[in-house]
């Protein structure tokens, strides 16, 4: 290299990223986010905050498994190394086409996120992330390799160096710092090394075996075996710490020959389709499991109308109620926690905040229930994929070993959207109709985000995954595994194509052949979407982009409903009434229908068609809520497509002559009746005991049990009796919808920082230069020196002329200024007009004019010719 080429090379972090231009800086803020908040004052800022150790790691804990192997295989090697060398440590002695091909790329993300820095000839990790992945003793490098034969004979003497340099047949060294060079340079000589493993004893070689890929540590007793006495001599093996000995790393490279990873993953695990269903099947399956979802939610809220369960001290659902709502709704507890949650996520219900605080649904409830069938689905998808509160841990224990509850806190996995998002994603980018295999979903997941550590809270992200999956089944998102065309417009990704052979279907039951990623011949897949052969690597768009802004998602969740909509049953305006005192729903019903006949009859089974069974006590309900025997015989006559049976004609006069025969009302509670012979039979009932009756009139029986008990009572014992108002009157009674205050949905739980929009990204890039420039340009010497780099102060007239002259002259100032909040900065600026206490300059640190008072002005100073 050339003493030019030398003096142009960055020397720091921060000379680096003065050297990117606008797009690459910009580049860095979007993919490392916390980065950007607060907006850094200049690149040096910037440099300082992209080596900290709690960014470093969240941007390790970002790369994909590759990335992470080029990042692991810099931190063993030299500091500065040569692309020549990380491609020897990622490669080995003998290349691989693939990986050589990869490196760029990976190299490339390293250098965009500067985790990297330097040419290529000068390549520099960040101390941070250097010290995280180099091997020590406490925290074994996820290569296996150990410490270098420099580092791990720090502390021996010089005498036993040199026994070493001796047995391994290398002459003695005058100091141990060329003894030390003159191992490690046996070590890394290829020839030199095979030769003198080629005289080892067999037990010895089984030694390094079992070490060579990690961990490189092992035990030895005071007196070593002489398999282990022959590695000891050679300095094959070196002692660390009392009864511990260490492979040393040339040694173990050698052994490897030359590679860092026993097994590079250039690229990305494949997500292969485990069927191929037709996409008229996959999206006729999804919008029936769309109905479903819909119909179970209402069920759920429905169930809670009256108020729900009671909101446990510590916040949530309780186990016992969890387990009646599973039963209620006919599902298994973790899917009945999944709709809980859903609806909870959505606003559709809350706790009421009373003193007796129980669960409800919200007004935003009835505003759902009023949207078309696909809008409301729309909703509940669109806030499924956004959501961070996870119903799959509901049942689970916390770090504390508390119980995980439905509703409760402790629910919110920041991550949880992110996976959903590229679950999906990943689906889509599959043939249409294809499903994949679960395993390769989950394998190209740990590719893309590899486990750094072997407890990283048990594998969350796979386990998330696995969730989506089924919850994306439940929700209606896919169908028979496949994404449908409603889920893939959510998603916001373009539809997909379908070839020739998939739009076909290859026998009975719709299945095709099963597809995998179609390649150019000689290529492997990329990473990524990329396509990577022997040669290089051509970068693919990606599958979809995830809608950030409140626009996108609307936009997105409104394609999403227009799709389904044709898709789901209409609603139907009639019923088929039976004989035996049964309605069939075949399919499902206009709201007014459903809910006039969910008084007037019992749910007795659902699924495709709905069959509703009429009794004694459902027509009860609904004389009670007001209605006639004559408004009953007219709504069914209007609704049913077949004649109102007999039976039921009998049955609703037969409750309508007795009901209100017996009225009861607030005495404690009374019972009234014109026939005194009837209230006689009351009386010796032995069933009333519990009422504890007496008579008052021939046609007035008094209780010592509250009104609502006493009619629950005599209707157990057969009667119809109604309720009356303290002026005689019949009281209708109507289902109670017990409603919360207005309340707004949960917010989701973010994964850091938010990632920047254009906008923020491009005025931070401006501000980021223009502080650079305001801190690195030269300034004319002033009276006084500069302490600290900061500009010392100037008086009121002196302040005043340096403007003026600067105005004349048409030069910049470097000038430190106080605002009205008392925050002090420092500018560069280009006076245009002094007048009235105030300068009027261009700003180059905001890249605009602005007016300041001059009495802010703490300082000013000429800046260097040469940089006007």
């Known amino acids: 290299m050339s003493s030019d080429e030398k003096s142009a090379a960055p020397r720091s972090l921060a000379e680096a990223l003065r050297a990117r231009d606008d797009a690459s800086l910009a580049a860095l803020l979007r993919s490392r986010p916390d980065l950007i908040t607060p907006v850094p004052t200049d690149l040096t800022q910037l440099a300082t905050r992209a080596g900290t150790r709690a960014s470093v790691v969240r941007a390790l804990e970002r790369l994909d498994r590759f990335a992470l192997q080029t990042a692991e295989a810099l931190a063993v090697a030299g500091d500065p190394a040569t692309h020549g060398e990380l491609l020897g440590l990622m490669a080995g002695d003998t290349g691989d086409p693939v990986v050589a091909a990869a490196l760029p790329r990976a190299l490339g993300t390293l250098r965009e996120q500067a985790l990297v820095w330097g040419g290529d000839d000068r390549l520099r990790l960040v101390r941070t992330a250097r010290e995280l992945l180099a091997p020590s003793p406490q925290h074994p490098s996820p290569t296996g390799l150990g410490p270098t034969v420099q580092e791990a004979t720090a502390g021996m003497s010089p005498g036993r160096i040199q026994e070493l340099l001796t047995t391994a047949g290398l002459p003695s060294t005058h100091d141990s710092v060329s003894a030390v060079a003159s191992l490690t340079g046996l070590f890394t000589d290829r020839t030199r090394m095979a030769a003198l493993l080629a005289g080892a004893p067999a037990d010895s070689l089984g030694v390094l075996d079992r070490l060579v890929w990690g961990p490189p540590y092992g035990q030895v007793t005071p007196d070593p075996a002489p398999r282990l006495r022959w590695l000891l001599d050679r300095g ?495 009281l209708v009674t109507r289902a109670h919808a017990h409603r919360t205050p207005p309340r707004t949905a949960p917010e989701p739980v973010p994964d850091g920082p938010p990632a920047p929009d254009a906008t923020l990204l491009s005025a931070a890039v401006r501000a980021i230069r223009a502080g650079d420039l305001a801190s690195t340009t030269p300034r004319k010497p002033v009276a006084a020196p500069l302490a600290n780099g900061v500009l010392p102060r100037t008086s009121s007239a002196e302040t005043l002329a340096t403007m003026q002259a600067a105005v004349l002259t048409g030069g910049s100032l470097w000038i430190g200024y106080v605002n009205a909040e008392g925050a002090a900065s420092q500018r560069v600026i280009a006076p245009i007009r002094v007048e009235g206490g105030f300068v009027t300059a261009y700003d180059h640190t905001a890249d605009e004019v602005r007016t300041y008072p001059l009495h802010r002005v703490t300082g000013v100073a000429e800046l260097a010719d040469d940089q006007e």
Request: net charge neutral.
């Open 236 to 730: 094959l093996l070196l002692p660390t710490a009392p009864g511990t000995v260490v492979l040393p790393r040339e040694v173990a490279l050698h052994l490897r020959e030359g590679r860092a990873h026993r097994e590079p993953e250039p690229v990305p695990p494949p997500v292969e389709a485990a069927a191929t269903h037709r996409p008229q099947v996959v999206d006729s399956t999804a919008a029936g499991q769309a109905y479903t979802a819909l119909a179970t939610v209402e069920e759920l809220l429905k169930d809670w109308d009256e108020g729900g369960p009671n909101v446990l001290r510590a916040g949530g659902l309780s186990v016992r109620d969890l387990k009646r709502t599973a039963v209620a709704l006919d599902l298994s507890e973790p899917v009945a926690a999944f709709w809980v949650e859903l609806a909870y996520a959505a606003g559709l219900l809350a706790s009421d905040g009373e003193p007796d605080e129980r669960y409800a649904a919200t007004p935003a409830y009835d505003e759902w229930l009023e949207r078309p069938a696909a809008e409301r689905w729309a909703r509940l998808a669109g806030v499924w994929l956004t959501a961070t509160r996870t119903p799959g841990l509901v049942g689970g224990r916390d770090a504390k070993d508390r119980a995980l509850s439905a509703l409760g806190p402790g629910l919110d996995r920041s991550a949880a959207a992110e996976v959903r998002h590229r679950v999906l994603t990943l689906l889509a980018g599959l043939p249409e109709g294809a499903a994949p295999s679960h395993e390769s979903v989950l394998a190209r997941l740990r590719w893309e985000r590899p486990l750094r550590g072997p407890h990283r809270e048990d594998d969350l992200r796979s386990r998330l995954a696995r969730w989506t999956l089924s919850e994306a089944e439940l929700l209606g998102v896919t169908g028979r595994g496949a994404l449908s065309a409603h889920g893939r417009a959510l998603l916001g990704a373009p539809p997909a194509k379908a070839s020739a052979a998939e739009a076909e279907p290859a026998g009975p039951g719709d299945k095709l052949p099963v597809h995998k990623h179609r390649r150019p011949a000689g290529a492997s897949p990329g990473p990524l979407g990329t396509v990577s052969g022997t040669t290089g690597a051509k970068p693919l768009p990606p599958a979809s982009a995830e809608p950030t802004s409140p626009a996108e998602r609307a936009t997105a969740t409104a394609a999403a409903a227009r799709l389904l909509a044709p898709l789901l049953p209409e609603p139907l305006d009639h019923i088929l009434l039976q004989a035996d005192l049964t309605a069939v729903a075949p399919g499902p019903l206009q709201r007014p229908l459903a809910d006039m006949l969910g008084v007037l009859a019992d749910v007795e089974s659902k699924g495709g068609a709905t069959v509703y069974r009429f009794t004694p006590a459902s027509v009860r309900r609904a004389l009670d809520a007001g209605r006639t025997a004559a408004d009953l015989h007219a709504f069914l006559t209007a609704h049913s497509r077949t004649p109102v049976p007999q039976p039921l004609a009998y049955l609703i006069d037969d409750v309508a002559r007795r009901h209100g025969h017996l009225r009861v009302g607030a005495a404690s509670a009374y019972v009234r009746c014109d026939d005194d012979a009837l209230l006689n039979e009351i009386l010796a009932d032995k069933r009333s005991a519990a009422l504890r009756l007496r008579r008052l009139a021939p046609t007035v029986l008094a209780a010592q049990a509250d009104p609502a008990t006493l009619l629950e009572g005599l209707r157990a014992m057969g009667h119809a009796p109604a309720a009356e108002s303290a002026e005689g009157d019949v």
